[in-house]
């Protein structure tokens, strides 16, 4: 999967605020991304992460 910084993502489970959608900021094996929601910079293990996105702008990601 390609992340790149500004993608925007919906993950199947939502932070603590209650967004599900995120913004990629850096990418690499850890990813950093901020909560659309509240605003809280997150990073991530990527392999993690891809588990857990159901949209990527808008859209289901190729498996
Ligand atoms: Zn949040």
Known sequence: MRLEPGD????????PCGSKEFE??????????LCK????EIWI??????????KLNGQRPEE
């Open 45 to 54: 293990e990527r392999i993690k992460l891809e588990k857990r996105i159901r």
């Open 37 to 40: 929601g509240c605003g809280k």
């Open 8 to 15: 925007l993502i919906e993950t199947r489970k939502a932070h």
């Open 24 to 33: 990629i900021l850096r990418k690499g094996a850890d990813i950093k991304m």
